[in-house]
């Protein structure tokens, strides 16, 4: 989560907002298609593929965010992929 955010956050220094939902992670790789458009796009954000949770799920990604309308909200649902839990069940959020 936490190299995810540095990435978006490069991209947000770029063109003053993040990728919007519909644009996803993807637009961290590549340039976003969907407005709205890159102003300065100096990707890829990543130099790998975008990975998976450490279950090999795909994080979930919100912009704007719900914990915070300016940012954006990324998480992994935990080894169970269910909301909440404890332990290894628990949610990985960048918003904690």
Do not use: H
Not at 57 to 72: E, H, I, K, N
């Amino acid at each position: 989560v936490e190299s995810l955010g540095v990435a978006l956050d490069l991209y947000a220094a770029d063109n003053g907002v993040y990728p919007t939902t519909e644009q996803g992670l993807a637009a961290l790789r590549e340039p976003p298609v969907l407005p709205p458009l890159p102003r300065v796009w100096n990707g890829p954000y990543l130099k790998k593929q975008i990975p998976l949770d450490p279950w090999d799920r795909p994080y979930l990604y919100q912009s704007p965010g719900a914990a915070d309308p300016a940012t954006y909200d990324l998480q992994s649902l935990g080894a169970d992929g269910r909301p909440g839990g404890s332990g290894r069940n628990a949610d990985i959020r960048s918003f904690d």
